[in-house]
């Protein structure tokens, strides 16, 4: 019994240590995934600005379904394409937010607000 509690407490240990380095690898993803996001949208906000100074509109639902199209495309799973369509339908709102928010500002900017 002693040996089985023993073989237990080692099974555990080896659990948990495996679990923490997989909560580690995904931290590290995380990270990645923040600072990914923040150059996309960096780069979506020089994007408003160059629309904003020809007078584009924000909203390209053309171009919207060229990038979702695109990420479905490339997706080789484990995620569904729905899951991959539903997080990027999130990033797009997200930047079409963003370029609104920096065209509103260029706007106030150059009216003296």
Do not use: W
């Amino acid at each position: 019994m002693d040996k089985n509690k023993e073989a237990s407490g080692a099974n555990s240990t080896n659990i948990s240590s495996r679990l923490d380095e997989f909560r580690r690898r995904i931290d590290a993803f995380d990270e990645e995934i923040v600072r990914l996001l923040n150059n996309r949208a960096a780069c979506a906000n020089e994007i408003g600005e160059v629309k904003d100074s020809v007078g584009m509109e924000t909203y390209q639902p053309s171009r919207e379904e060229d990038v979702l199209a695109h990420v479905r495309d490339v997706n080789a799973g484990p995620l569904a394409n729905d899951a991959i369509t539903r997080v990027f339908e999130q990033i797009i709102d997200e930047s079409r937010r963003l370029e609104r928010l920096t065209s509103e500002k260029v706007r106030a900017e150059s009216s003296g607000e």
